[in-house]
């Protein structure tokens, strides 16, 4: 391959996976708030969330090996694994790394989940609510497409449904916890003689 069709490959798995990952956090939201897609019973939603994250990590793997074998630029494996390492761009290039290592975390624990426990697995999962900004960030700083028209629709377009999905889970969990204190006080006043 020649190091423009690499660089395009690259660019195109960089926009493919925030649509990806976008689209996981959505359905993460909407396994925690026990939605359903319309036309799926509700373990359809947990099993095409499980699914497309695997997916979206595995086209997250050519994004990365593009990066690393075109030699435009030199980005090496140390690279994609140890943070701020990099000679290139070493922030925006570490965020990248940092969040592809939050998303390995959550991945291996997801994997493992039966084996780690559902604490230590709930606890890591939480890591994937940092793992998509940083990720955007990364996108967004490392970008060659970021300030065209298109990608910028793209980068909104994610924002806007995560941030609105986001927003249905704080509101969500605050509702949650009101009712607790109240329901609690109706079942002891309930018990009292």
Same mark, same amino acid.
């Given at each position: 391959?020649?190091?423009?069709?690499?660089? $395009?490959?690259?660019?195109?798995?960089g &926009?493919?996976?925030?649509?990806?990952?976008?689209?996981?956090?959505?359905?993460?939201?909407?396994?925690r708030?026990?939605?359903? !897609?319309?036309?799926? =019973?509700?373990?359809?939603?947990?099993? *095409?969330?499980?699914?497309?994250?695997?997916?979206? %990590?595995?086209?997250l793997? =050519?994004?990365?090996?593009?990066?690393?074998?075109d030699? $435009?630029?030199?980005?090496?494996v140390? /690279?994609?694994?140890?943070?701020? &390492?990099?000679?290139?761009q070493? *922030?925006?290039?570490?965020?990248? %790394?940092? &969040?592809?290592d939050?998303? *390995?975390?959550?991945?291996?624990?997801?994997?493992?989940?039966?084996?780690?426990?559902?604490?230590?697995?709930?606890?890591?999962?939480?890591?994937? $609510?940092?793992?998509?900004?940083? @990720?955007?960030?990364? +996108?967004?700083? !490392?970008g060659? /497409?970021? +300030?065209?028209?298109w990608?910028?629709?793209?980068?909104?377009?994610?924002?806007?449904?995560?941030?609105?999905?986001? +927003?249905?889970?704080?509101?969500?969990?605050?509702?949650?916890?009101?009712?607790?204190?109240? @329901?609690?006080?109706?079942?002891a006043? +309930?018990?009292?003689?």
């Amino acid at each position: 391959m020649t190091s423009e069709t690499l660089w $395009y490959a690259n660019r195109a798995t960089g &926009a493919v996976c925030l649509v990806l990952f976008t689209v996981v956090v959505l359905l993460g939201i909407a396994v925690r708030l026990r939605g359903r !897609i319309p036309g799926l =019973p509700r373990f359809g939603t947990v099993t *095409l969330h499980r699914t497309l994250s695997l997916s979206a %990590t595995a086209f997250l793997a =050519p994004h990365i090996a593009f990066a690393v074998i075109d030699d $435009y630029v030199d980005i090496t494996v140390l /690279d994609v694994l140890v943070p701020f &390492a990099s000679e290139h761009q070493p *922030l925006w290039l570490g965020l990248g %790394t940092v &969040a592809f290592d939050l998303m *390995l975390a959550v991945l291996v624990t997801s994997l493992l989940r039966e084996r780690v426990g559902h604490r230590t697995w709930r606890a890591v999962h939480w890591l994937a $609510y940092a793992s998509w900004p940083i @990720a955007l960030i990364h +996108g967004v700083g !490392i970008g060659t /497409d970021t +300030g065209s028209d298109w990608m910028t629709w793209l980068t909104v377009a994610c924002v806007a449904a995560v941030v609105t999905a986001f +927003g249905l889970r704080l509101a969500h969990s605050a509702r949650a916890a009101r009712r607790t204190p109240a @329901a609690l006080l109706r079942t002891a006043e +309930g018990a009292r003689p």
